[in-house]
């Protein structure tokens, strides 16, 4: 890891303060100098406890081998800026590749959907964006660990807050293994509902492409679906019905949604016919 620079760590200082969202960015681009100087300042109760709440949090990712990605550096996702919101930085533990295939779904699917999720994610050769959850997500993670494949999770927890509790091994595994582990909180911060739900739109900005497995009408997946549709990203969903995993499939066919087949081989025939297709000639 990088150590992280004065720049760097005045950004970490605001966002401890709370400071809004836009004027991270603009800090982080070098667009507000009148908020870099009272965060440089030696007045002030609030701002010297934040300089060092940004130091130990600092310590803690460099102990984590983890990167601070502000919005301003080459490494930050390209495809991140296509959102109103993006995250004025980053924190990745291991090697962030570009693009992928978002592979989504339910937190408790039946066990074909699960496994069409592995054998998919494994065959598609194409790194595999997704969230760390259980069910569809850990499976499609673990599918790109069988490949080797890297793959990435956008988390709703801080580093070092791995969430839930019990994919740590397999946290591990996708750093190892070249994938990456990226969160825009803060690090240790736990997870909310909210969080949860925020970083749903990282996994549809990273994807060229999402692929919806199985989902509950209200499902935090269709979340993740409905921000692709908003970037113009491709959109699939597999044609799977009679069970309420499905019901999201069934409302993200009718929002546009395009149908894949529930047979790993067809589905990723389908799914290349389309990429074909788009390719420049």
């Not at 100087?37 to 300089?51: F, I």
């Not at 149908?259 to 074909?276: C, G, I, M, T, Y």
Request: proline residues 5%; contains cysteine.
């Amino acid at each position: 890891m990088r150590e992280m620079s004065h720049d760097q760590l005045a950004l970490l200082t605001a966002a401890y303060m709370h400071v809004p969202a836009r004027r991270l960015r603009a800090l982080a681009r070098g667009e507000d100098s009148s908020l870099k100087e009272w965060l440089e300042s030696d007045s002030g109760r609030r701002v010297a406890h934040a300089r060092r709440q940004a130091r130990d949090a600092a310590h803690a990712l460099a102990a984590m081998g983890a990167s601070f990605v502000s919005i301003a550096d080459a490494r930050y996702p390209e495809s991140l800026r296509d959102l109103d919101e993006p995250p004025a930085f980053l924190s990745v533990r291991g090697n962030l590749p570009r693009g992928g295939v978002a592979v989504i779904g339910t937190r408790t699917p039946p066990e074909q959907a699960r496994q069409f999720a592995r054998e998919f994610s494994a065959r598609l050769g194409e790194p595999i964006v997704s969230g760390l959850a259980l069910g569809i997500d850990a499976a499609a993670h673990r599918g790109a660990l069988d490949a080797g494949m890297p793959t990435v999770a956008y988390v709703g927890t801080g580093l070092g807050a791995t969430y839930p509790p019990e994919h740590r091994n397999l946290e591990e595994e996708i750093v190892a293994n070249g994938g990456a582990i990226v969160s825009e909180r803060l690090p240790g911060e736990g997870a909310t509902k909210s969080t949860l739900a925020h970083r749903d739109r990282l996994q549809a900005a990273h994807a060229s492409t999402v692929v919806l497995v199985a989902s509950e009408s209200d499902g935090g997946a269709m979340l993740t679906m409905r921000f692709a549709k908003q970037l113009g990203r491709p959109r699939f969903a597999l044609a799977a019905y009679g069970d309420r995993c499905y019901t999201g499939n069934a409302q993200a066919h009718a929002d546009g949604a395009r149908a894949l087949p529930f047979d790993v081989e067809r589905a990723l025939n389908e799914l290349q016919e389309f990429s074909k297709r788009l390719a420049p000639v």
